[in-house]
């Protein structure tokens, strides 16, 4: 079973820009798909990004499309989100979460994903 840990996570202004880690260890990493989600206060979860087993597939949430992107590097067990024009609305607490799948497609539900991490808080100031 594969452990996730997320960093990157602060406090920037809007406008910026941030890259979210998730390392994980315990697991074949390069036979998991990994999302990334977010949960505001007084929110549910949502889907933010996701990919597939291999770098090939992605997909996004409408609302980062075009300013966020997601990347995985199977040779150091890491998942990355790179988040540029950051918005007050982007503020969140970001979980990397890994789904155990023999296919190579995406998911944007969070019951499909078995390992959460604990979560990296993100804080955009206007």
């Known amino acids: 079973q594969v452990q996730l840990v997320e960093s990157g996570g602060r406090l920037v202004q809007a406008g910026g820009s941030l890259r979210l880690s998730c390392a994980a260890s315990?697991?074949?990493?390069?036979?998991?798909?990994m999302g990334w989600f977010r949960q505001a206060p007084g929110k549910e979860r949502e889907f933010v990004a996701a990919?597939?087993?291999?770098?090939?597939?992605?997909d996004y949430a409408d609302s980062v499309k075009g300013r966020f992107t997601i990347s995985r590097d199977n040779a150091e067990n890491t998942v990355y989100l790179q988040m540029n024009n950051l918005k007050p609305e982007d503020t969140a607490v970001y979980y990397c979460?890994?789904?155990?799948?023999?296919?190579?497609?995406?998911?944007?539900?969070?019951?499909?994903?078995?390992?959460w991490g604990q979560g990296t808080q993100v804080t955009v100031s206007s």
């Open positions: 990919v597939g087993r291999y770098a090939g597939r992605t």
């Open positions: 979460a890994a789904r155990k799948s023999s296919l190579l497609s995406t998911s944007s539900d969070p019951s499909d994903y078995g390992t």
């Open positions: 315990g697991g074949t990493f390069y036979t998991y798909g």
